[in-house]
């Protein structure tokens, strides 16, 4: 991966060791898979799905973030099967704000049209920047995507983003969504809902011992799967 400062090689010496269950549920996967990985930051599980042979759509409002996500692919000669996207997904198309809590490489933590963390808490941002908001139904339509797996890791808008993706979820193309949930989250109860009203069944629900170490010790992976 490249090397960005600090975040970018954390992430990439910790990759094997802060969600372990990310990569055996995509390892759960075949090359006819099609993903779509929400909040793909500097594209860590993307690329690493991507060497595996599935097609990957990465998608990352960060404005940083998506040129490291780049410039990752094109390190780790993924590019006919990993495809990035900077744009926000949302429940409705709009042109708004992404709050940034720093200006990292590789950073994390914004709020798209807000700025709620992953807790529900106001934050004061230190940075604005501007994107484009689409919701996931009206990106695969346009893409004519049909995904069989999702990754959402949104720290906070996990609700809104749900909330335009109905027809996705509720497509029996689809297999499988690994979502981070936060537990001290007022919507969490509602995302869990929606997924439930989809057909989505949860299988597993995981915190890696780094987590629970962790300042975010209430961030857990939610793996729902479809049954046959």
């Not at 809104?160 to 029996?172: D, Q, R, Y």
Request: hydrophobic share 35%.
């Amino acid at each position: 991966m490249a090397d960005f400062g600090p975040t970018c090689r954390m992430r990439a010496k910790t990759f094997e060791l802060k969600e372990p269950e990310t990569l055996e549920w995509i390892d759960s996967m075949c090359e006819t898979d099609i993903l779509i990985d929400i909040g793909s930051n500097i594209g860590l599980y993307s690329i690493y799905a991507g060497m595996r042979g599935i097609t990957t759509y990465a998608v990352e409002p960060d404005a940083l973030n998506f040129a490291l996500l780049n410039l990752n692919i094109n390190k780790n000669k993924s590019g006919e099967r990993v495809l990035g996207f900077c744009v926000a997904l949302h429940d409705h198309t709009c042109i708004s704000t992404l709050a940034k809590q720093d200006l990292e490489w590789g950073g994390a933590l914004s709020c798209f049209e807000g700025n709620t963390d992953q807790h529900g808490n106001s934050f004061r941002s230190v940075h604005q920047q501007g994107a484009f908001g689409l919701s996931l139904d009206s990106f695969c339509k346009l893409g004519k995507i049909h995904p069989t797996h999702i990754k959402l890791d949104v720290d906070g808008n996990e609700l809104l983003v749900l909330s335009g993706a109905k027809e996705c979820l509720s497509n029996t193309s689809l297999r499988s969504v690994l979502i981070e949930l936060d537990e001290s989250n007022p919507n969490h109860a509602a995302c869990v809902d929606m997924l439930k009203q989809s057909g989505l069944k949860l299988q597993m629900k995981c915190q890696s011992e780094p987590v629970a170490r962790g300042a975010y010790n209430t961030s857990f992976n939610y793996i729902y799967r479809r049954e046959d």
